[in-house]
């Protein structure tokens, strides 16, 4: 076995975590209680999979704490209790151990700083001791999965925190992240620019791969494919789920055609700073209007090239595809996806960097994907999640870039982050790293 560690940090990174564990348990079949629930029960189009066949993938990302009764191999942290109360008096209460959960008595108030130098500092021993405890009851490790986002105080701050520790004490571990960046149009604080370019700065350094996703194309997604007039976190956060489910399913069930997890770093990431892909996902159907007609591996992969489907918001008219990896679940046939594959490249309008001709990475799962229970989404017999790395994401630094270096010059707000410890050298640090960051990309398109 090579077990897999999640740990959810912040508000996003909780709420986005236990809403990927409902549906992880509802695919392997579990109740919310972490017990196995007879095959009735079961996603829709598995009920005739022998129950067996359920514990394929459970060791990797479950853990057995008596015969019969799993949890999640997961650790949830913020430094304020609100939201871990949520998920500690919540429906899936009794799915997790109390010392699971782990949050202190101040918040870090949307600051890096708090997170970093300060408040996270006071509650890392605890994390990292626990974090310890579950590494102890793996037979192999095969990494971490960290779940945050780049715009709040404990996604940022705490999170670059936690990264250098484990970097510290594993390694040789995988680190990749699902993380949630700042929107173009959409901020959760003024001071987002400040937290969001610091933990990038982090992010280089620490991490593997770092997957992402922004709030405003998953809410455009909710309002223009779910018909959802005012989606909520939640409805953004089911979104994310299926995308998630679709990139760990290789480590979860058996696979015809594999993508594992260091099988994304290996594909993903043609150089270390470049790590940053995002995803597309097909199909995105309502519950209220699903039909029975059976879509192709065609038309799956088809939707997911078209904008609309992106989980981030990122101009693609002009830049280039560095790489790719199509993950198909259900019934899907390396035939289906190879013919797919000539269709596109026939169409001349998908366009890869020179230097990376072939482009795709292919895995086929043949486990239908599920749904999280009374979710907005259609249960669908087919899925593909597309995840890419593209030069599109220049864009998005030279964003954050202009927005961090506009407040630098004033020094605004500087002083809430000096005052935990910060120093204005970080910043200039921060601001020429990113620099570095957009030449990366650029240079890419120009080779």
Known sequence: MREVISIHLGQAGVQTGTTCWELFSSEHGLTPTGKMQDTDGLPEGTQNVSQDSFSDGFHTFFEEMSK?????????????PSVIDMVRNGPYKDMYCSKQMINDKEDAANN??????????AILGRVMNQSRKMIETCDRLQGFII???????T???????LSDNINLEYPKS???????FPSPMLATAVVEPYNAALTTNATLEFSDCVFLADNEAM???????????SPTYRNLNNILAQTVSSITASLRFKSSLNADFIDFQTNLVPYPRI???IFSYAPIVPSTRVTHESLTASDLTLQCFDPTNRLAKCPTDTSRYIACCLLYRGDITPKDVNFAIAMLKAKKNIRFVTWSPTGFKIGINSRTPGVIPNSNMASMEKSVCMVYNTTAMK???????IKFSLMLKKRAFLHWYTGEGMEEDDFLATQENLALLEADYIQLELE
């Open 68 to 80: 019969g009764n799993y949890t999640p191999r997961a650790l949830f942290v913020d430094l304020e």
């Open 155 to 161: 996604g940022s701050g705490f999170h670059a925190l």
């Open 395 to 401: 864009e998005a630094w030279v964003a954050l870039n």
């Open 174 to 180: 995988s680190k990749m992240e699902m993380s949630i």
């Open 219 to 229: 809410y455009n997604i909710c309002q223009n494919r779910l018909d959802i007039d």
């Open 147 to 153: 779940y945050h986002s780049f715009g709040g105080g």
């Open 112 to 121: 890096y700083g708090r997170g970093y130098c300060t408040v996270g500092k």
């Open 275 to 277: 790590h940053f892909p």
